[in-house]
């Protein structure tokens, strides 16, 4: 059974920095694209980045280019989200993602974490 | 490309046929072109893909329609369990999705 657990979440500062990570049981992910997604309750997904199976495909929204990172462990089947230069307006519940095909950057997202939740505050 | 979602809220009762819509700001393929349920305090869930395919598990009440720039998610009869925010979402050299109709009783 695939599961995505989400952690890493928590209230932080502005400026500051978290990093999130993302463990998958029930698969191996080494030959799988994840992504991370983001949602500020009440309102749409927001697709923030996507990492490849050999980590050398990645992308970023816009509004996270420059701050954020992504990276992967596949022997710890581990996804990390590193986010710095935290804004009030990355304030939401964090999700990592995996396509349904799970091959590719952008992708349906069938499997996904429950997620971890992001505060901003001073 | 923006994904623009009607109504915002779908006021219905069970046993009746919810339709809603998803609109982009340009034409895209429908193979990219998806829909999600969510409830409150879960993840999103992939009901529908390329338009028209019903995801695994997905009941066949749940069907998708669409072409170019409008694209409809349809639930022919519904359950109590049904009413919940819905999603549409499309990737190309994005992803982007939709801001959400909330099916309500």
């Known amino acids: 059974q695939v599961k995505l657990v989400e952690s890493g979440g928590g209230l932080v500062k502005p400026g500051g920095s978290l990093r999130l990570s993302c463990v998958a049981s029930g698969f191996n992910i080494t030959d799988y694209y994840f992504s991370w997604i983001r949602q500020v309750p009440g309102k749409g997904p927001e697709w923030v980045s996507y990492i490849s199976g050999n980590s050398r495909f990645t992308d970023f929204a816009e509004s996270v280019k420059g701050r954020f990172t992504i990276s992967r462990d596949n022997a710890r089947n581990s996804l990390f989200l590193h986010m710095n230069i935290l804004r009030s307006d990355d304030t939401a519940v964090y999700y990592c993602?995996?396509?349904?095909?799970?091959?590719?950057?952008?992708?349906?997202?069938?499997?996904w974490g429950q997620g971890t939740l992001v505060a901003v505050s001073s | 490309i923006v994904l623009t979602q009607s109504p915002g809220t779908l006021s219905l009762s069970p046993g009746e046929r919810a339709t809603l819509s998803c609109r982009a700001s340009?034409?895209?393929?429908?193979?990219?072109l998806g829909w999600y349920q969510q409830k409150p305090g879960q993840a999103p869930r992939l009901l529908i893909y390329?338009?028209?395919g019903r995801a695994t598990g997905i009941p066949d009440r749940f069907s998708g329609s669409g072409s170019g720039t409008d694209f409809t998610l349809t639930i022919s009869r519904l359950e109590p369990e049904d009413f919940a925010v819905y999603y549409c979402?499309?990737?190309?050299?994005?992803?982007?999705f939709g801001q959400g109709t909330k099916l309500e009783i």
């Open positions: 993602a995996r396509g349904l095909g799970g091959y590719a950057g952008f992708d349906f997202l069938y499997y």
């Open positions: 340009q034409s895209v393929r429908s193979n990219y």
């Open positions: 390329g338009a028209y």
């Open positions: 979402q499309h990737f190309g050299s994005r992803n982007t």
